[in-house]
């Protein structure tokens, strides 16, 4: 593998998306509203532990929370080749933000249960199922340059992971100090200046799909075209793995934060925090980045080192050295998908983005809740430390079988690289393009 393509003065770059009045809106406000977002996150665990005591209907609550996404993903995706994009954002907020206000309404009055809360898991997964696909779908729009796109792609993580580092360390506090109640009510308002910055944002009409071919055939040709081409689909399948056996640590915290480490809502906030923090250094380090140079190459050593660092956090008795192993797990999971997610958006046709990207989200979003119910209920038997380290053994195990198909995967993108600009020079040898590790775009 060669030299990653990052040098000192990539530093300077790390923040050119935001030159673009668009994203610089829908970064600002989506910045404040993720931090109500992980606030809401952790708390929901916490809450579910104390009233249950269940390592199960831990695992059970993060299933309702994320199994609709592999459902509505798929359609959503189809429907945002079609319709305005933005829009469909801004319809999401509001519920999300009506999700939120119910949510603190049945705590701060004391009569939440399980129910509810796996109810309204269900209500916020179906709206996130569709709002998730397309929103990756509208981050091209954003950005006036191609070329900044995978930096907004970057960008996009370090707020997702910034917002994972300051709130559930707020979380943690406001719960140990005013109850869950507080935390659900600050997530509700948090929607307020997303959705000012999104009513803000102008871009212009974009070209729909000519003819009147029904929904049903759009998504048909979209899992024809995503599972037909090599490059996509094994990024696809990789995620989904990772996604599948190792993302459920995160429904599993509270378990190793108050029988494993034996703390409580401040340590689980900074197990979050620091998964958090290793995923925001990971965010700037993609960000710094100046082209796609070795990206191929990237994404199965980096599911590989976040599965090592799984196995290194499920193993340790102490609290420093798990908040240690946890950051290096948020690090390799945050390059892994911001890897994957910029070699996806470079390479795929802008008239089936929004499908590619609803794979996408499935793989994320719709296979953890399948783990995260398999993950409670193995806990349950053979203890939390034993699930998350088999976990991320086969982490481990996808990374290497991953690592075998770039050699395939470069012969089919270096291609379209050539033809889009993105490579100086078409005759590339093979060898090149086996990690991806293409020269640099002109200009």
Known sequence: ????????????????????????????????????????????????????????????????????????????????????????????????????????????????????VIVLSVVLAVVNGFDMPVRQAFTVEMVDRKEDLGNAIALNSSMFNAARLIGPSVAGILIATMGEGICFLVNALSYIPVIFALRAIKVPPRRRPHGQTHVLRDLKDGVSYAFGFTPIKYIILLLALISLVG??????????????????????????????????????????????????????????????????????????????FVAVAGFGMIVHMASSNTVMQTVVDDGKRGRVMSFY???????????????????????APYTLAMGGALAVVGALLFARKLPEMGKAVLPIYAREGIIQEPGLGIQEGTQFNLPKRRG
Request: with cysteine; proline share 5%; charged share 10%.
């Open 1 to 116: 593998m060669s030299p990653v393509n990052c040098d000192p003065s990539g530093l300077r770059l790390i923040f050119r998306a935001l030159r673009h009045k668009n994203y610089r809106l829908y970064f600002t406000g989506q910045s404040v509203s993720l931090m109500g977002t992980w606030m809401q996150r952790i708390t929901v665990g916490w809450l579910v532990y104390r009233l249950t005591d269940s390592p199960f209907l831990l695992g059970v609550v993060g299933f309702a929370g994320q199994i609709p996404t592999f459902f509505m993903a798929p359609l959503a995706g189809a429907l945002s080749d079609r319709w305005n994009r933005l829009r469909i954002i801004q319809v999401m907020q509001y519920l999300a933000m009506a999700q939120a206000a119910v949510l603190a309404v049945l705590v701060l009055t004391d009569v939440v249960t399980v129910t509810h």
């Open 247 to 324: 993302m459920p640590y995160q429904v599993l915290m509270p378990v190793f934060a108050r029988d494993v480490l034996h703390g409580g809502p401040h340590t689980l906030g900074f197990l979050v925090g620091a998964s958090g923090v290793g995923a925001i250094i990971g965010a700037f380090y993609m960000a710094a980045r100046k082209s796609v140079r070795g990206l191929g190459s990237m994404i199965p050593v980096m599911s590989g080192l976040f599965g090592v660092g799984l196995i290194a956090f499920s193993l340790s008795p102490n609290v420093w050295l798990s908040y240690f």
């Open 361 to 383: 989200t499935m793989s994320f979003m719709g296979m953890a809740p399948l783990g995260s119910l398999a993950a409670g209920s193995l806990a349950g038997t053979i203890g």
